[in-house]
């Protein structure tokens, strides 16, 4: 339930109803996405090497705490 579809700037085009099983069909606007991300380049900020334990799964990081320490 409440599943939807988001166009490029991520307006909802299209939403489920939470009262009952529903297929959605949406056309999305491929066409827009380009253009878009020329004039709002998202990607080029981001800080990978702060991503830090966010990129790690549970597991690894109680697996391997002396790791982290740096000894």
């Known amino acids: 339930g409440s599943s939807f579809a988001c166009g490029p700037q991520g ?9 009952a099983p529903e297929v959605l069909v949406v056309d999305l ?4 996405t380009e253009p878009l ?3 709002w380049p998202f990607f080029r900020d981001r800080r990978v090497d ?3 334990d966010l990129t790690r799964h549970y597991r690894d990081i109680d697996a391997s ?3 982290d320490s740096g000894r």
């Open 65 to 67: 705490p002396a790791e």
């Open 29 to 32: 606007p491929l066409g827009r």
């Open 50 to 52: 702060a991503y830090g």
């Open 11 to 19: 307006e909802i085009l299209v939403q489920a109803s939470t009262e």
């Open 37 to 39: 991300r020329r004039i």
